[in-house]
């Protein structure tokens, strides 16, 4: 009876404001006393449990002065060697895990042993933590101002102005609840590619439709991006258009790179999780599925329906992320989403296999003769060939996300690979 | 004003006639189902068996018929719409021109929407609350086959 | 008005058995006499339209006299002359069309310039003419001795005894209308299919479901095969599976070939519409949809729904073939198929240009030096290469059946052709 009067009462009211969440109110504990049931689905992100290609497990680990965490995410570099040969001379061969719940990503940027081989600057900040209202304060209110502010500091002192995770804030208007996107990243990107498609001076939070902000608000961090210039200002490379293609294209007119292979000096190019990007090339994009329908289904609770704000992977959850558009059995889903996945992790070792091959005949023929002018053609092959492979390879759905274009993706790489060492060879034979 | 007249004449024969093979259709065809509530005068048409069948074998089987998906609330509003649809249904059916399969028009996928928050009004206020009178979300993307398949 | 009446009255009567179908009825018209809907629709099959990748487009051509017909379908290969170079020796660079409708089937099979230039064996007939009744006379009511003695004769004399193309009685059983395998090749293979599952001396005919033999009735025909052994036996290479892994596994182990490459004296595979196979990899096969629920969607005829036996291209017919499931706008279907084949069709070019580059290699170093050692193992390369691309190629859903997996076999078919460049030039420069 007592059950049946409170579940009527929040209905009612579905949410009491205990509290007054203002424009400045960080503290998700704060916002959870407003909230509390998606504070608790926010807290548990702190879990670790492993599905085949996603996930995370926990591995225990002693803690020491500069890396105080005792449970990390498993080693990617452990589970496949050969990526130390792909990005040797890069600070992601000396550490690279498999990513794990929001709770954990201030911490792990700051801990990563990537810190300790280079310096990075404060933009890094703008993915790993609670930075709306410190970016505000330093820009005296100016969103922007702050932002640039922040990319201008080196890591450690921005470190210090932030003390949270992904937060409320950084997803929500205070006073309405709504979706916002608070990412300068996100809000410049998208209007460079909307103009890209003749829509000039896109604002994201004035013209997104609701179902939109379901997936930007995760599109301000999962997404492909690069620092620009001495500013190093953080840009997501969408001039040109989203698909991989396009990106490329993009970074060969500006001749980025992120860095110089060491075996090979290559200049290479580092892709980090795309998922937005890949996503988009997908049915469930073109169907209009956005990424919080499936990694924060609807879920029930008590006599509301609430938005799962444990963000996690839909396989751990495929009642409520899967089954209310497809009804086929639990089981049934988690296979069709494996067999995706195998497809994808198949054709990305052999797209990996052929990248390694490029790189050994590279190191040789350098060794060999460095003046070699075959060199140079094998590297541009190398360029492209690691950006597609890792295109694929650091989204972070195993090709779940848009599964034909993830081959085609991979495909590609292994033509440039292999079109690279028989480059080199045909130089050398003179054929 | 011949030609008024004339127009005048050709409409009240193109309406008088609407109005007759329309009831004629009406009658033959039970169109007067369309103004009961019992799911089964629905499938009169045999066009209507497939939404029919899914019907019995979904999970509202039990708690709604199909005016309380397709007809707005209130009396007047209730019976404008089954009067629309209870027409053009009969004028398709009878000419035989309409798409193939049938398709829900925007119209009465509104009203299905706002049939929806007529019964879960109070289950969906959290995901709805928060954006006022603003956009709502769309609540046939997930769940457009609960009524049938 | 009329209309009403009319499907009132039809509901309750759908068919008149106006003539007695007997197990040697062999002339469609006499089965319209029961069946007048359906044989409409069936006659219709002579319609060409073209689709952006599919249907087929008339071309008017002058008739001869070895060759009567005034009317083909486009050729593929002026459409894409590297197909040429794929199959160099081989009958099908001589003449090759995109395939048309059923009624055309024994017209193009008995006039096709490929039979000009190779003498065919009976075989032939198995999928291209209504052989059920020839194959009973043949074998005194035993359908498998029929088979084999057919596939005994000269393709001219087995030619005599058959008059129509596939037609009624190929595909239901007279008496019930119940859908049947008539074909030995079929009933063989996926007996072979299902023994490799466990499944022992699996039949057809007595153990599918219904909705399975609205796919196994096409797989009659539309599947990848050889000729085995002298006697020229049918055979459908499953006994390993359907993936091509499989196959190509069953090929090489019985070392077949279908015939010596010219230019380079690789011992090649033709892939030959291969639909049933490639569908099987699909997520619509997964979701157990037939081919007929696409190709012969049902369609209402005044009160009855009837299989529309205008077998066809779906994008024909999408509001039939792809709105009962999928309730997206006409054109965004389309779109949506269009897309899954534009990426199918950019890599299989990447792939084809892959192919035609280690060949022309091969042929290079073949007139270089034919006795160099590094030949055999490019040979074994182009081989895989070509029989895996054939597979798409030949395909003729250009990917939709199974667009990821369409996506993945083209990777590995770029593997091998760039690796058996690499192998050449590794044996010339001993690295
Ligand atoms: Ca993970
Ligand atoms: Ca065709």
Chains 1, 3 share one sequence.
């Not at chain 1, 939109?212 to 040109?240: D, N």
């Not at chain 1, 848009?402 to 292999?418: D, H, K, V």
């Not at chain 2, 799911?39 to 069948?53: G, T």
């Not at chain 2, 019964?119 to 993307?141: F, K, N, R, T, W």
């Amino acid at each position: 009876l007592i059950n049946i009067m409170e579940h009527k009462q929040e209905a009612r009211n579905p949410f009491f404001r205990v509290v007054d969440l203002t424009d400045t109110t960080e503290d998700p504990a704060l916002w959870g006393k407003n909230f509390p049931m998606q504070y608790d689905g926010y807290k548990r992100t702190v879990d670790q449990i492993r599905t085949r290609h996603g996930g995370s497990e926990a591995i225990a680990r002693t803690p020491t002065q500069v890396d105080p965490r005792s449970v990390v995410a498993q080693s990617r570099l452990e589970e496949d060697p050969r990526l130390k040969t792909m990005w040797a001379g890069y600070a992601f061969a000396v550490d690279f895990r498999e990513e794990r719940g929001h709770a954990y990503m201030l911490d792990d940027q700051t801990f990563t042993e990537r810190q300790q081989v280079v310096k990075q600057p404060g933009t890094c900040m703008h993915c790993h933590a609670s930075v709306y209202v410190p970016y505000k304060n330093l820009g005296g209110r100016d969103l922007i101002k702050g932002f640039e502010k922040m990319n201008h500091m080196p890591y450690s002192e921005a470190r210090k102005l932030v003390s949270h995770p992904v937060a409320c804030i950084d997803c929500h208007d205070p006073a309405t609840m709504a979706l916002r996107v608070t990412r300068p990243g996100f809000i410049e990107g998208i209007r460079a590619l909307k103009a890209s498609q003749g829509i000039q001076n896109y604002d994201v939070n004035a013209m997104a439709t609701r179902q939109e902000m379901r997936t930007y608000v995760c599109g301000q961090c999962h997404v492909e991006y690069y620092f620009k210039g001495p500013e190093k200002r953080l840009v997501y490379p969408w001039a040109k258009g989203l698909k991989i293609d396009s990106i490329m294209a993009y970074y060969d007119e500006t001749e980025f790179k992120d860095w110089t292979h060491a075996e090979t000096k290559a200049p290479a190019l580092k892709a980090q999780h795309p998922e937005f990007e890949l996503w988009n090339q997908g049915i469930h994009a073109r169907s209009g599925v956005a990424c919080a329908d499936c990694h924060m289904p609807y879920k029930r609770e008590g006599a509301l329906k609430i938005s799962d704000h444990h963000v996690r992977s839909p396989l751990l959850n495929i009642n409520r992320a899967c089954q209310t558009c497809h009804k086929w059995p639990e089981e049934e889903l988690k296979a069709r989403a494996e067999t995706i996945q195998e497809r994808t992790f198949r054709l990305r070792n052999v797209a990996m296999d052929a990248l390694v091959d490029l790189i050994n005949d590279l190191k040789m023929v350098r060794t060999a003769d460095s003046t070699n002018s075959a060199l140079a053609t094998a590297q541009q092959y190398q360029r492209k060939a690691q950006f597609y492979l890792d295109f694929v390879e650091a989204e972070n759905s195993t090709g779940f996300h848009a599964p034909q274009e993830a081959e085609r993706i991979l495909g590609e790489s292994i033509n440039f690979s292999r079109k690279g060492q028989v480059a080199l060879r045909t130089l050398l034979t003179g054929k | 004003m011949k030609i008024q007249s004339t127009v005048t004449v050709f409409l009240s024969i193109v309406v008088g006639l609407a109005i007759g093979v329309g009831s004629y259709t009406f009658i033959y065809a039970k169109g007067g189902s369309y103004l009961t509530n019992d799911p089964a005068a629905c499938a009169n048409c045999h066009i209507m068996n497939e939404q029919y069948d899914g019907w019995l074998k979904s999970s509202h089987h039990s708690v709604a018929v199909c005016n309380d998906c397709h007809t707005p609330p209130g009396f007047v509003p209730k019976y404008l719409t089954k009067a629309e649809n209870g027409f053009w249904h009969s004028f398709a059916f009878t000419s035989g021109d309409f798409h193939e399969p049938i398709q829900i028009k925007e119209r009465n996928r509104e009203v299905a929407e706002k049939a929806c928050r007529k019964c879960h009004q109070e289950i969906v206020d959290a995901i709805e609350a928060p954006h006022g009178e603003g956009e709502q979300i769309s609540c046939l993307q997930c769940h457009r086959e609960v009524g049938h398949p």
